[in-house]
């Protein structure tokens, strides 16, 4: 702690403590140190990532849930590219297919946007020819609103205001709302569905694409920042949990050292821990405390090396597992299959053996046949992400106390809890850090 202290005291610069090496803390830390500051990360765990992480369990390094990116995600990118994490190399871009292992099969092809899109649903296997008529229909009333509803609602409630209840409901919207906002339709925030739809299905196409990681999610982004930051003087400390954060005159206190700016950027339930002393925080920690969260399951499938799914990612239907990933194609992790079970549901409810049974039970089912698993893992991440409901208000940058900042993919303004939200929120704190010193 002396020695923190000490460095920090001699540092010319701005210095600015960054609480939570997420995304979004990594994401502010680069902006900072590029924009000059001299940042110290404080990272409880012993390693960056946060929510996007590698995880060791029981001697397998495993990603803490399988994640998917995409085109869409225009910062994040942007950033994996200043810090040298080359996104063309780390992520395999696929156009947008939502692949079922039986019936629906949704794929856009390399065609320039909107004609993507209608192509696309024109195409889509085992959609009726009303539901496809009608899916463009509400595609082009959404863009006709700016992608935005003057009064937010359920994302059923808005589905089933535009005749969208069929098939579509089934495989594309209801899918696509779980994976984005990792909140079941008839809860949703609708504006935040729109908002993903705005930036991917109607955006240009490569927004649309699937970015799906070729590294685990630590080398994907946060542990190339860290080199980053740290070739321009500043530092991340990990294994470091922050206690406090105290005034001290027109600065702060963290761990013992003085920094003129802090961002916080852990998730809202951590947030407490931190601003105990700060009784201008109050109602900041008020509404997180109203915040309510879901669960992400990721079931990881061992088999022997052989074993490959017909796509990198492909939908199961009517059981618990939604997507399934093939780690081989993606990882070269022969044989692994990644099973991913968003937002809240019965398997919360099992012991993660029996779990496990269920995902290999259905993954057989969807293909026709599978030898027993060799081993099995579930990763269960109780708080994945806010649930992301209508009306709730979202925090931003700026608190009631000068000088200290929010970051953290629920303080985004418009788009769900996701890696690009995360990475936004670093990128506005920072902004508003350097702005101010
Ligand atoms: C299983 C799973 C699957 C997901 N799938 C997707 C997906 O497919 N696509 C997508 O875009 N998003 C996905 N997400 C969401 C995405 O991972 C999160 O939105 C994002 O990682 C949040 O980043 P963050 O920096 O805001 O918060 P966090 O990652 O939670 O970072 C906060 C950090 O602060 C640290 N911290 C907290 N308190 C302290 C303290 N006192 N001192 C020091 N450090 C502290 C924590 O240890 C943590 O590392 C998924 C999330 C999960 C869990």
Redesign the pocket.
Known sequence: MEDLAQRVALSPAARIAV?????????AAVELAAGGARVTV????PG??????RVVSRGQAL????????GA?RELLALMRRVGADPERSLLRLPLELRYARGFRLRAPRLRAPMHLAAALLSARGLPWRERLRAMRFMRAMRRAGFRLASDETVSALLARHAQDGIAARYLWGPLCV??L?TLPQQASANAFLAVLRDSLGGARAASDLLLPRVD?SSLFPEPAGRYVAARGSEVLTG????GVARDGDAFRVEGARFERVVL???PY?LA??ASALPELAPLLRAADRYTYQ????CYLQYPQAVQLPAPMLGLDGGLVQWAFDRGTLTGERGRIAC?I?AQGDHQQMAHGELAGRCHQELARALGGLPAPLWSRV?A?K???VATLPGVPRPGPETPLAGLYL?????DPEYP??????VR??LRAAACALRSV
């Open positions: 609480i939570g090496a997420g995304y979004a803390g990594m994401a404080f990272e409880a765990a960056p990532g946060g929510r996007a992480r990603d803490n849930g399988q994640h998917i990116l995409v995600y994976a984005a990792n999610l470091r949990r922050v206690r950027a852990c998730a951590q821990a931190l669960p992400i399951y990721t991913v968003s990763i991440e708080r994945a992400t970051a953290g993919d629920y303080t809890p996701t890696l690009e939200a995360a929120s670093g």
